[in-house]
């Protein structure tokens, strides 16, 4: 029988036909609750998935042929990575597909911000520049430039890399970052310092949020984060939410302890209209934009179907988020008792792990 897949996304991102091109059955349904979820996939051995519902253990436990789950982009925080680990499912991303996007998209909002494009435009609509010139002094002496200044990055991989690239272009007198797991040698490459978070805080005048969201990262920007910062600094997070405490942000933009902010993700999305942020004026905030470009959507759609096929066939994904699942399958496949990786072609060899 051929493999069933799954694909659960409620869209036609993911497109089917490399599915069925690679002699697999796909199968679709209801899935606006975690029951009708678990129904669709139960019977399937992998599933393209997408931010909700969770595939959290009750989902996994639940599907003894799952073997592959995949997500668009980099962000697999809807997956319970403990428990796919340990039930030996892949959790498959398709990383680096929307860095330019994103890298974009932060050096947009931080321009945004540094130019006053948005209040002075809506000025000019209403009659200001004629009428009202001592608001237009105002803005000619506080909008800035970012040559001269420190660009902090906080998370050095692939994007954190991409925006370094980019704001090199306009000439800051330093570019630092902050990022444990990168050794200095590969920082080197791009022109940037590495430094301790503390030193990143203080000395930074606009700091960029690039880290994926873990307990370790989980608000890494807080009250006490942002109270190090200076008095002028524009934060600009286009990372994952739930990386910056949404009530210290508030407080520190309404109190001043920052100059502004531009912000593509909230902690709960998407943001509730009541959300005090919304009351600011001194922050941007988009609408969990940032990763997306037609391009993107070609693209990763694409390769998130192309990883449950390469994995069913024992060829390499485009991403693994948990590469500790391959000892897992081995202890299965070694013990004689396979389980859901019964039959299915040793794939371990085609991956760097």
């Not at 091109?21 to 669709?40: K, L």
């Not at 941007?284 to 192309?306: C, D, K, M, N, Y």
């Not at 449950?308 to 008792?337: D, F, W, Y």
Request: proline share 6%; aromatic share 6%; charged share 20%.
């Amino acid at each position: 029988m051929p493999y069933k897949i799954a694909i659960t996304t409620g869209t036609d991102y993911a497109p089917a036909s490399v599915i069925t091109d690679a002699g697999m059955e796909v199968v679709r349904g209801p899935f606006s609750t975690t029951a009708e979820y678990i129904d669709t996939i139960k019977d399937c051995d992998g599933a393209l998935i997408s931010v909700w519902p969770l595939t959290d253990r009750e989902v996994l436990e639940a599907c003894p042929k799952l073997k592959v789950v995949s997500r668009m982009g980099v962000g697999v925080d809807s997956i319970d990575m403990d428990a796919a680990t340990e039930l030996g499912v892949l959790a498959c991303n398709t990383p680096g597909v929307n860095t330019t996007e994103v890298a974009d998209h932060a050096v947009g909002l931080l321009l945004t911000l540094l130019r006053k494009i948005p209040e002075t435009a809506a000025a000019v609509k209403r009659g200001a520049w004629t009428d009202d010139k001592p608001l237009m002094g105002q803005y000619q002496v506080s909008v800035q430039r970012v040559a001269g200044h420190t660009a902090g990055i906080i998370g050095f991989g692939n994007i954190g890399r991409a925006f370094a690239t980019r704001i090199r272009g306009f000439g800051p007198a330093r570019i630092i970052a902050y990022d444990p797991y990168v050794p200095q040698t590969a920082a080197d490459l791009y022109g940037v310092q590495l430094v301790g978070l503390d030193e990143l805080l203080d000395e930074s005048d606009f700091i960029t949020v690039h880290t994926p969201h873990t307990k370790e990262t989980h608000h890494i920007i807080n009250a006490d984060t942002l109270g190090k910062m200076k008095h002028s600094a524009i934060l600009i997070n286009c990372s994952r939410g739930q990386t910056v405490d949404g009530v210290a942000l508030h407080a520190a933009l309404r109190d001043r302890v920052i100059a502004s902010a531009g912000i593509d993700v909230t902690e709960v999305e998407p943001v509730d209209p009541e959300d005090p942020l919304l009351s600011l004026d001194n922050i941007i905030i988009t609408p969990h934009l940032a990763g997306w470009s037609p391009t993107f959507v070609s693209e990763s759609g694409r390769r998130q179907a192309e990883n449950v096929v390469r994995v069913l066939s024992g060829e390499r994904p485009h991403g693994l988020a948990n590469p500790e699942v391959i000892k897992t399958i081995a202890v299965m496949r070694a013990s004689g008792n396979a389980g859901r990786w019964e039959g299915v072609p040793d794939f371990s060899t085609a991956l760097d792990v």
